[in-house]
């Protein structure tokens, strides 16, 4: 079992109020799609992210039913890991006994995987653009495993949003793309479901621009060269930036009011009333 | 004497009520601008409706356009836009859109499809933010009523003690004081439970 502490949950939370990223996609043939349930979601996550460093390293990395469905190899994976990173976190866990009632590996130990197989291929990756990705990859990944190590901690020790203490594998057990049901929902709080939200809709799509604005006003913004000259696509980012900015604003100017009503009611109290 | 002392504690505990006056009408207008805003189907459509404003801090977000109603088939799109409870945007447009002729017109119409949602949702949370002066005007009645309540709880029993007759204002005194008491103890408890204090 893995034990993140809910300090890093936390400042992941304060991270993300801190800055904010507008992303901008170039894609062929987009439905407006429905998010699936939050295990499938995972699971397609999991799928995109595979997928692809099983296309830039084929003889390094299993596909993804080989991650996620055939035991042997994800046993296979799971030793390297231990031998590679035995303070990991997962290393105690993946070495212990598996529960027999539960016939996949959990998302906790696929997403653990798949972030170290992309910082591995990271240190070698020559071209930009996929350099990118895989920091990406590796950086959602690690962020998922924090997520899902938190939400099993918590429903082992004492349920959250779960009326009976479970066991983590039950809960973060992908069931394939079929999205079957293992008797254990997986509810997701909202900063979880922002996580979640924001990498299956991103996916492993290669970002045309990228402006990340953090609180001390520093704006930075990524343009790849493919794009670099289109109008088009400078002027859409633009607005959208200028959308997202506005609602930050309004979400600070919300949160500075709420502390200012909740100090001006203990001034009040302080003052006898 | 027990009746000067007993008509002392029930104007001060009148006056105290007397004074929550303004935070009362204030506290039902408040309620009855956010009952009214934040309904299923609002009057006023300025303001997001409770189901668009659960679904955007429950589900990560709102996709525009929007998601289709489950079970439908998915249409396609030439931009698809999520923007998320913390700020942060992913903007998906797809590649033909943007060599098409009328590429300038559908990019204006959706993107003031946005800014409208986002002005209503900047409305509605102007809205919240004024909730803790609600809570807090509410909680300073209900220990209004606890401390009327109280004086006139103390000031029967005092009365009781001197006048026989005067058994039903103890009754009435008492029964005040339990009630006052005994809400504001669960509005506390409450309060404390969803605070996370025990």
């Keep these: 079992m893995t034990d993140i502490a809910l300090k890093e949950q936390i400042l992941r939370l304060a991270s993300d109020l801190t800055t904010l990223e507008i992303n901008l996609i170039v894609k062929d043939d987009m439905t407006a799609r429905k998010m699936p349930s939050a295990r499938l979601a995972l699971y397609e996550i999991a799928q995109g992210y595979q997928d692809l460093l099983h296309e830039l390293a084929p003889e390094r990395c299993p596909t993804t039913s080989d991650l996620l469905e055939d035991d042997a190899a994800r046993d296979a994976l799971a030793q390297r890991l231990i031998e590679r990173a035995p303070d990991h976190a997962l290393a105690e866990t993946l070495a212990g006994e598996r529960n027999p009632e539960v016939p996949h590996p959990s998302f906790i130990e696929a997403f653990a995987l798949i972030q170290l197989e992309a910082e591995t291929l990271l240190a070698s990756a020559g071209d930009d653009e996929f350099r990118i990705r895989l920091r990406r990859i590796a950086g959602n990944a690690w962020q998922l495993v924090s997520m899902l190590g938190v939400i099993a901690t918590v429903a082992a020790r004492r349920p959250r949003l779960y009326t009976t203490p479970c066991h983590y594998q039950a809960i973060l057990a992908h069931e394939g793309p079929a999205g079957g049901s293992t008797g254990t929902a997986l509810e997701l709080l909202p900063d979880e479901m ?80 | 004497m027990p009746y000067r002392r007993l008509a002392a504690w029930a104007a001060t505990g009148f006056d105290r009520l007397r004074q929550r006056r303004t935070e009362t009408v204030a506290l039902l207008g408040a309620l009855r601008l956010w009952l009214a805003r934040a309904s299923d189907a609002p009057d006023d459509t300025t303001v997001l409706t409770r189901a668009e404003l659960v679904a955007f801090y429950r589900t990560g977000g709102r996709v525009f356009p929007p998601e289709p109603a489950e079970g439908a088939a998915a249409e396609a799109t030439p931009f698809r836009l999520l923007l998320q409870p913390d700020g942060d945007l992913v903007l998906v447009v797809e590649p033909r859109m943007l060599e098409a002729p009328d590429f300038g017109i559908r990019w204006q119409r959706f993107r003031d499809e946005v800014a409208n949602w986002c002005a209503r949702l900047k409305r509605t949370q102007q809205l919240i933010a004024s909730a803790p002066r609600i809570a807090a005007t509410g909680l300073t009645l209900v220990a209004a009523v606890g401390d009327l309540g109280h004086y006139l709880g103390f000031g029967g029993a005092a009365a009781g003690s001197a006048y026989l007759y005067a058994l039903p204002l103890v009754g009435a005194g008492g029964a005040g004081w339990c009630c006052g008491h005994g809400l504001g103890w669960i509005v506390r408890r409450r309060v404390r439970n969803q605070l996370g204090l025990r």
């Design chain 1, 194 to 273: 922002v996580l979640v939200r924001k990498a299956w809709e991103i996916g492993t799509a290669g970002i045309a621009m990228q402006t990340v604005v953090q609180l001390d006003g520093d704006i930075v913004t990524y343009v790849a060269r493919a794009h670099a000259t289109s109008t088009a696509i400078l002027s859409i980012h633009r607005d959208a930036t200028e959308v997202a900015l506005r609602t930050w604003k309004d979400l600070f100017q919300t949160i500075g009011i709420l502390l200012g009503q909740v100090a001006s009611v203990f001034r009040q109290v302080k003052e006898g009333k």
